[in-house]
């Protein structure tokens, strides 16, 4: 198969499996899905889950979250991890959402960059999942099915997000890349793979990773 009729099998499959895709970070509006996604780095979309909830009941936007200092933020996130770096973050973009915007999230992927804590990948899933602008957020699921599915070299996840924005429809990404992230989740994780349940890599998967999961 060539990767195109690959990535057309992707689609299909996964369109079967997720004809509707829930997104794993709960929010209401993009300032906490913002703040959520900074959250979800090195730690998982269940622990952000159970603590946004906290930290949302005292500040759920800018200029609440401002009123916070910055102990009391990392008090509340400490079990995501990384609490003193992603508190600073999260107090200093909060300043900043009020100096230059109003108060609101901006919708363009380079002022997204700019935020203290926010880089590539939880920018691109800013504008993908609550502006609906076309991007496709590279996460750890998505760089590893990439490459057992040879669509992808697996060198970094920028390659990957090239290959996958080159490989599969505009219109599609924002569905996808969730798609891609709950089979690889359910069906092809890092660990405890078992490929007799995965059907994507059956059928596409790269040689040499087939190869591998056979003999294990």
Request: glycine share 4%.
């Amino acid at each position: 198969m060539t990767k195109k009729e690959k990535a057309n099998f992707v689609i299909q499959t996964l369109e079967e499996i997720y004809p509707k895709v829930p997104i794993p970070l709960e929010h209401t509006d993009p300032y906490t899905l913002l703040i959520a996604v900074l959250l979800s780095a090195q730690s998982t979309d269940v622990r952000v889950n159970q603590t946004t909830p906290l930290l949302f009941d005292r500040a759920d936007n800018p200029a609440a979250m401002i009123r916070l200092s910055v102990d009391e933020i990392r008090a509340i996130i400490r079990p995501v991890g990384l609490s003193p770096t992603k508190a600073k973050a999260i107090h200093r973009l909060s300043e900043i959402l009020l100096e230059k915007y109003q108060g609101e999230v901006p919708r363009d992927l380079e002022a997204l960059e700019e935020l203290p804590g926010v880089g590539h990948k939880t920018a691109s899933v800013v504008i993908s999942q609550a502006f609906g602008i076309p991007a496709f957020p590279v996460d750890t699921h998505i760089h590893r099915l990439m490459y057992r599915w040879g669509l992808s070299t697996g060198k970094n996840v920028v390659q990957t997000e090239k290959d996958a924005k080159r490989l599969f429809p505009e219109h599609l990404w924002n569905k996808l890349h969730l798609q891609i992230i709950w089979y690889g989740r359910e069906y092809c994780p890092a660990r405890g793979w078992d490929l007799s349940k995965d059907k994507i890599t059956q059928k596409i998967g790269r040689k040499a990773v087939l190869r591998k999961a056979m003999k294990k």
